[in-house]
């Protein structure tokens, strides 16, 4: 009995997608297709690549393509984002490299998944650090965001410039080395670091003390852990907050605090019901 041979993933895969095509709305007509979708053959003209090496592609043959063929190919086939880092994924064993886009939008679902946690403080914010969408409970316990213009709702901004965010750090030196170095590293993961270069300069000009800090290329991941502030009602609280990454998002990121005890949750609870219209 022959040993199994391994199933072809990326010509299975690149046939599939180029036969879900419309080849009359790429202009590719002519005769009757005994087959639905574009040709190998047209697959390759719009990729610029030798008919042939498609070909062999779709068969298996001649080993693994380059990221820049699988790049074309995915331009060729109309390929969405999830859509192209599958193509590298089975094609290169790899994501391919990020391609950052700034938008900012926050869907409204997005929003109900904040306003739906109560007493934990909760934020979107871009890979720039801009502050795009928040709770009520972010409003009482962080920032009231929307008192601020737009331009003016950056948490690198406000902890290097604004006398009241500094204040209610406990340790305003960890803290700025912290968000400075998981800013960095935030611009890298999500391909942005020349998007970010000039809003980095004027930060530079602004603060020398976030310039140094700049200097010094600290990389720190946000992950989780726990936050001490000293609100102005309520005095010192602690929360435990968690980083999550916006899936098919790379600009955007989601911060949640949750009151570190029951406790401090009901006395939250209390400050929002205080606030209520």
């Known amino acids: 009995m022959s040993e199994p041979t391994s199933e072809n993933l990326l010509g299975t895969y690149l046939k599939d997608r180029r036969t879900r095509l419309d080849a009359a709305a790429f202009g590719f007509g002519g005769s009757r297709r005994r087959t639905p979708g574009l040709r190998r053959e047209e697959v390759a003209?719009?990729?610029?690549?030798?008919?042939?090496?498609?070909?062999?592609l779709e068969q298996?043959?001649?080993?693994?393509?380059?990221?820049?063929?699988?790049?074309r190919i995915a331009?060729?086939?109309?390929?969405?984002d999830v859509e192209r880092e599958h193509l590298f994924l089975i094609g290169l064993g790899r994501p391919p490299e990020v391609r950052y886009q700034a938008s900012g939008a926050v869907s409204p679902r997005l929003q109900r998944v904040l306003d739906a946690l109560e007493t934990s403080p909760a934020i979107i914010r871009t890979v720039t650090w801009d502050v795009v969408a928040w709770n009520r409970a972010a409003t009482i316990m962080l920032t009231d965001y929307s008192k601020l213009p737009r331009?003016?709702?950056?948490?690198?901004?406000?902890i290097f410039s604004e006398p009241r965010v500094r204040a209610a750090q406990y340790d305003w030196e960890s803290v700025a080395r912290f968000?400075?170095?998981?800013?960095?590293?935030?611009?890298?993961?999500?391909?942005?670091?020349?998007h970010v270069a000039e809003f980095v300069d004027e930060m530079c000009r602004l603060s020398p003390k976030f310039a140094k800090?700049?200097?010094?290329?600290?990389?720190?991941s946000y992950g989780e852990g726990v936050k001490h502030l000293r609100h102005p009602v309520l005095g010192p609280i602690a929360f435990e907050y968690s980083a999550f990454a916006v899936d098919g998002r790379p600009d955007l990121g989601m911060v949640v605090y949750n009151?570190?005890?029951?406790?401090d949750a009901q006395r939250i609870r209390n400050v929002l019901a205080e606030h209520s219209d």
């Open 60 to 71: 298996g043959r001649g080993g693994a393509p380059s990221a820049d063929v699988l790049d």
């Open 179 to 194: 968000v400075v170095a998981a800013f960095r590293a935030d611009a890298a993961r999500a391909g942005a670091v020349s």
């Open 75 to 80: 331009r060729a086939l109309m390929l969405t």
């Open 259 to 263: 009151p570190a005890t029951p406790a």
């Open 45 to 56: 003209q719009r990729a610029s690549i030798s008919p042939t090496w498609y070909t062999w």
């Open 151 to 158: 331009e003016q709702r950056n948490i690198l901004r406000l």
């Open 213 to 220: 800090l700049w200097a010094d290329n600290d990389v720190r």
